[in-house]
C-alpha cells in the first residue's frame, strides 16, 4: 500500500530563510504582525483587514483572564508541585478549558455553523453560551464585543441567532456565546475556535504563574482545601 505523503503548508525553513503561511517571517511578518492577526494568518492563511484585526484582538483579548477559575487554579496547585515545569503548569490549567469554561465558544460556533434557525435550535437541551453565574442579566464583556462587531461591520445572523436565544430563554448571552457566534461571522471554521481560547487562556495562566511566584497562595488553597474536606472525619475535642 503506497504511504500518504507527510506535508504541511503551514511552514518552511532553510539555512537562511523561515516562510510561514507564505510570509517570510523577518521580513514580513515581525515588528508588523501582531500576536493577534498572528493567530488569525495561522487560522484561515491570510492576514486580516483593519476591521478583522479590531474584531479578533478584541475576542482573544477577552478570554485572556477571568481571576482565579478551575484552571488558574489548577495551574497554580500545578506549580506548587512542579515549580520547574511552567509549562506543565500552563497544559495543566488548559486542561480544563471544555464545554463548560472558554471551550463552549468551539460548542456555539458549531451548532451556528449548522444553522442559524432559532426555531431549530431551541430543539437543543442545552444551548452553549448561555448563562453565567456571575454576569447576569449582561455579560459586559458581550455587549462591548457587539459593539465592536457593529462598529467593524460583523454584526450579523450568527450574532443576532444569539441574542434572539437569550431573550427567549432569559439568561444571559455570556462572552464565550457571543465569541462563537463572532467567529462564524469572521468565517472561521469551527473547529478551531477553541483554539482562540487556548492561546488567550495560555497568556492569563502565565501571568497567574508569575503572581504565584512573588505572591504564593497555591499552598494556603491546598492545607485550607484538605483541612475542610476532612474536618468531619476528625475528632470533637
Known amino acids: 500500500m503506497a504511504r500518504k505523503p507527510i506535508r504541511s503548508d503551514l511552514a518552511w525553513s532553510t539555512v537562511d530563510r523561515i516562510v510561514v503561511r507564505g510570509k517570510d517571517l523577518p521580513g514580513e511578518i515581525l515588528g508588523t504582525v501582531n500576536l493577534g492577526d498572528m493567530a488569525f494568518l495561522m487560522l484561515t492563511g491570510r492576514t ?18 477571568h481571576g482565579l477559575t478551575p484552571s488558574s487554579m489548577v495551574a497554580r496547585l500545578t506549580y506548587l508541585g512542579a515549580p520547574e515545569a511552567m509549562q506543565a503548569a500552563v497544559a495543566a490549567g ?22 442559524t434557525d432559532v426555531g431549530k435550535l431551541l430543539e437543543n437541551k442545552r444551548i452553549p453560551g448561555l448563562g453565567h453565574p456571575l454576569h447576569k442579566p449582561v455579560d459586559p464583556r458581550t455587549k462591548r464585543l457587539f459593539e ?19 431573550s427567549i430563554k432569559k439568561l444571559a448571552l455570556n462572552a464565550t456565546g457571543a465569541i462563537g457566534a463572532l467567529s462564524c461571522e469572521l468565517g472561521l471554521d469551527w473547529k478551531s475556535v477553541r483554539g482562540i481560547g487556548v492561546m ?16 504564593p497562595i497555591a499552598l494556603e488553597m491546598w492545607e485550607r482545601m484538605e483541612e475542610e474536606a476532612s474536618a468531619h472525619l476528625k475528632p470533637k475535642k
Open 94 to 115: 488548559l486542561c480544563g478549558l471544555g464545554s463548560v469554561f472558554v471551550g463552549s465558544t468551539e460548542g456555539v460556533a458549531k451548532m451556528l455553523s449548522e444553522t
Open 200 to 215: 488567550a487562556r495560555a497568556i492569563g495562566l502565565v501571568g497567574h504563574i508569575l503572581e504565584e511566584t512573588r505572591n
Open 48 to 65: 486580516p483587514d483593519a476591521k478583522e484585526s479590531r474584531l479578533f484582538n478584541a475576542m482573544a483579548v477577552t478570554l485572556v483572564e
Open 148 to 166: 465592536i462587531a457593529r462598529e467593524t461591520g460583523h454584526y450579523g445572523k450568527y450574532c443576532k441567532a444569539m441574542e434572539e436565544l437569550s
